[in-house]
């Protein structure tokens, strides 16, 4: 399989995000959030704030809410939760890099209702490479690979200049 060019998924969510909501909605003090799960989802939330021109977004950090909390325990470099906005009421835009089995979504979900109940939250991914085992879909996708080895998995890495790359590794089996 190649590699898919992340730089182009990145390039069709924003223009998908940019035709979805009106000018203004990301830029106003009551308008939509942008929240990013930690780390790639974060450093895509960053630019699309940027990109965007949101006034308000934040970082999710799931370590506490992932199924597997108990055998993997906390990712030593992971940053805690800082959402500099009022989530109870808020429209949020929630963005990851890569959806898989909705795992990780389903664990952003509790972390921001730790925060009070959004009106809304819609989804917004780089790459969706299929094999779900919870019920989550994405409003916004970049893209979808096709022929994806099972047994590998996708990582966003930022390059010079801000710009993104994936790579493909190997699964660690635990």
Request: no cysteine; hydrophobic share 40%; proline share 6%.
């Amino acid at each position: 399989m190649n590699t898919p060019d992340a730089e182009a998924l990145y390039r069709a969510v924003l223009e998908q995000i940019r035709a979805a909501y009106p000018e203004g909605a990301f830029g106003a003090p009551d308008g939509v959030a942008i929240a990013g799960i930690h780390s790639g989802g974060a450093w895509l939330a960053e630019r699309l704030a940027r990109d965007l021109g949101a006034t308000q977004w934040g970082v999710v950090n799931v370590a506490l809410h992932r199924d597997d909390y108990a055998k993997k325990g906390l990712h030593s470099q992971a940053s805690p939760t800082a959402l500099p906005f009022e989530v109870e009421g808020r429209r949020i835009l929630l963005v990851d890099d890569v959806l898989h089995t909705g795992r990780t979504v389903r664990a952003a979900l509790n972390e921001l209702y730790d925060y009070g109940r959004p009106a809304s939250v819609e989804l917004a991914v780089l790459v969706d490479r299929g094999g779900r085992e919870l019920p989550v879909a994405a409003r916004f996708t970049g893209g979808e690979p096709q022929q994806m080895d099972p047994d590998s998995t996708l990582v966003l890495e930022r390059a010079d200049g801000g710009r993104f790359a994936l790579r493909i590794e190997a699964r660690d089996p635990h």
